[in-house]
């Protein structure tokens, strides 16, 4: 069996990706196509305004995102806090990767928090993509390095 190297994890702020979307979206690691029916079920069923974070609140974030991963001594490679997503490509830990996310989430909210924001913050669940090799590690971060303003 490989060796992990790291992963891309990506979740998205509260109602702005929903599932049927138009751009498609995944479910338990699977990418489908656009859906309206569903994607307007599922805007129905929002108990709240999708969130867009604001500049100040994406370096809010972001900040808090990197202080965690130090505090864990978790590597972070690369980041991009979005005003609808974060993108985090990390080094491996020994931990339920739903326990990393889970600690991210939680340092953003609480982050926010302090400016004021209450209410749901983050859309249940993420998307995982694990890195075995340099390679694929690499196109990640990549990835993610682009998503970031010049």
Not at 54 to 67: D, G, L, N, T
Not at 100 to 122: E, I, P, S
Request: proline share 3%; glycine share 8%.
């Amino acid at each position: 069996m490989a060796k992990t190297l790291g992963y891309m994890i990506t979740w998205t702020t509260y109602g702005t990706w929903l599932q049927g979307d138009e751009r498609g979206y995944v479910k338990n690691g699977r990418i489908y196509p656009g859906n309206k029916a569903l994607m307007q079920s599922n805007k129905q069923l929002q108990l709240q305004d999708a969130i867009r974070l604001s500049s100040a609140q994406q370096q809010v974030v972001r900040k808090a995102i990197i202080e965690e991963a130090a505090s864990r001594g978790q590597r972070i490679y690369a980041l991009a806090v979005q005003p609808t997503h974060i993108h985090i490509v990390a080094e491996y830990v020994p931990q339920p990767i739903g326990k990393v996310v889970a600690f991210y989430k939680k340092a953003g909210r609480l982050a926010l928090k302090t400016m004021g924001h209450n209410g749901k913050l983050w859309t249940r669940g993420y998307d995982k993509r694990f890195c075995f090799d340099e390679e694929s590690l690499r196109r990640r971060i990549k990835y993610v390095d682009s998503q970031n303003p010049a």
